[in-house]
C-alpha cells in the first residue's frame, strides 16, 4: 500500500494518499487495483491515474513518477476504461513520443484555429452544427502545449461515417473513442499543430469545455492557477501525457465549480445557446483534450 507521502496529483487536496484511503475505508491489505478502485468510488474524479502509479510505486520504494514509462503507461491504459467510459485506441494512430512541452501564448493560435477551422468546415458542411476553438490556446495571454483544439458538435456521435472520412480526407486520424468523444490528430511524420474533439451537440463534453474556455477567458486569477498548475505538472510529467492531464484534475474540477456559478450568474447558457447543465456522469474531461499518449 502507498506510504505517507503526498500524490503527485493535486486532486486529493493536498491529503497524503494514505490518509485519503483510510478516509474511504480502504484496507491496507488491498492489492493496488483493488484499493483504486475502491478510492475512486469514494472520491470519484479526483481519484487519478497518479494515484494508481503511486499504490504500484510505494511498495517498491519509488515514487510515482520514478516507475519505468511502459509500466506507467500500461496502468494509465487501465485506468482508462473506468476515468474515460468506452475509451479505446485505434490500430495505426500511433505517433512517435516527445517531451511534452509548455509554451507562453503565442499570437499566433488564433490564426492556426482559424485556418483549420475552415478546413474542417468545408470537410465536414452541416454535419458540424458548431465548430470552437477550446482549450488552453482558445485563452489569451494563457500558456499552453502548442498545439490549437477545436472541438466539432455533430447532432450523432455514434454516426462516424458522416465526420470520420470527411476528417480523414484533409490530414486528420482518428486517434481514439469514448462515449463522449472521438479525438482526431495529424499522423505520424505531419506537424502537430490540432487536435480534433468531435463531441454531440447539447451534450456535456460541449458544455464543459466551452464554460471552462469563457471562464477562464473573464477571470484572470482563475487562469493564472490553471497555468501555475500546467507549468508545474510538466515539469514533473514531461514524459507521461496521461500523468500531465490527470495531475490537473484538481485544479480543474474546483475551476469548473466556481464556472458553474458563475454560469448561473451570469446566464452563460442562455448567452451562448448552451443548454443548461446536463446530468453529469464525469467532470474530468476537460483535461482529455491534452493528453499525448
Known amino acids: 500500500m502507498a506510504g505517507d507521502q503526498h500524490s503527485d496529483g493535486t486532486a486529493g487536496g493536498g491529503r497524503t494518499l494514505a490518509d485519503r484511503l483510510a478516509a474511504a475505508g480502504v484496507s491496507d491489505r488491498a492489492e493496488p487495483w483493488d484499493a483504486w478502485l475502491q478510492l475512486r468510488a469514494a472520491e470519484g474524479n479526483r481519484t487519478t491515474v497518479i494515484d494508481l502509479y503511486e499504490l504500484i510505486a510505494a511498495p517498491q520504494g519509488l515514487a510515482a513518477h520514478e516507475l519505468p514509462a511502459v509500466t506507467?503507461?500500461?496502468?494509465?491504459?487501465?485506468?482508462?476504461?473506468?476515468?474515460?467510459?468506452?475509451?479505446?485506441?485505434?490500430?495505426?494512430?500511433?505517433?512517435?513520443?516527445?517531451?511534452?512541452?509548455?509554451?507562453?501564448?503565442?499570437?499566433?493560435?488564433?490564426?492556426?484555429?482559424?485556418?483549420?477551422?475552415?478546413?474542417?468546415?468545408?470537410a465536414l458542411g452541416r454535419t458540424a452544427i458548431r465548430i470552437e476553438h477550446v482549450g488552453?490556446?482558445?485563452?489569451?495571454?494563457?500558456?499552453?502545449?502548442?498545439?490549437?483544439?477545436?472541438?466539432?458538435?455533430?447532432?450523432?456521435?455514434?454516426?462516424?461515417?458522416?465526420?470520420?472520412?470527411?476528417?480523414?480526407?484533409?490530414?486528420?486520424?482518428?486517434?481514439?473513442?469514448?462515449?463522449?468523444?472521438?479525438?482526431?490528430?495529424?499522423?505520424?511524420?505531419?506537424?502537430?499543430?490540432?487536435?480534433?474533439?468531435?463531441?454531440?451537440?447539447?451534450?456535456?463534453?460541449?458544455?464543459?469545455?466551452?464554460?471552462?474556455?469563457?471562464?477562464?477567458?473573464?477571470?484572470?486569477?482563475?487562469?493564472?492557477?490553471?497555468?501555475?498548475?500546467?507549468?508545474?505538472?510538466v515539469r514533473r510529467w514531461s514524459d507521461d501525457g496521461w500523468a500531465y492531464t490527470e495531475a490537473k484534475t484538481g485544479v480543474i474540477l474546483d475551476i469548473l465549480e466556481q464556472a458553474e456559478d458563475w454560469a448561473i450568474a451570469t446566464d452563460w447558457g442562455a448567452t451562448m445557446s448552451i443548454n443548461r447543465r446536463p446530468a453529469r456522469t464525469n467532470v474530468s474531461q476537460i483535461g482529455m483534450i491534452t493528453h499525448d499518449e
Open 136 to 233: 488552453s490556446t482558445s485563452v489569451p495571454g494563457l500558456a499552453a502545449k502548442p498545439i490549437v483544439d477545436i472541438q466539432v458538435s455533430v447532432a450523432g456521435l455514434g454516426c462516424e461515417p458522416r465526420y470520420v472520412p470527411p476528417l480523414q480526407a484533409i490530414g486528420l486520424v482518428l486517434r481514439s473513442r469514448d462515449e463522449l468523444h472521438r479525438y482526431f490528430r495529424p499522423p505520424a511524420g505531419q506537424p502537430r499543430e490540432v487536435h480534433v474533439h468531435v463531441c454531440a451537440a447539447g451534450g456535456q463534453w460541449e458544455r464543459d469545455h466551452l464554460l471552462f474556455r469563457d471562464y477562464l477567458q473573464a477571470h484572470p486569477a482563475a487562469c493564472l492557477r490553471y497555468a501555475e498548475a500546467k507549468q508545474a505538472n
Open 72 to 122: 506507467r503507461l500500461s496502468l494509465a491504459r487501465q485506468a482508462m476504461a473506468q476515468i474515460w467510459p468506452g475509451f479505446a485506441v485505434t490500430e495505426g494512430s500511433e505517433r512517435p513520443t516527445v517531451p511534452l512541452v509548455v509554451a507562453g501564448y503565442d499570437p499566433a493560435w488564433p490564426q492556426t484555429y482559424e485556418r483549420w477551422r475552415q478546413r474542417v468546415a468545408a
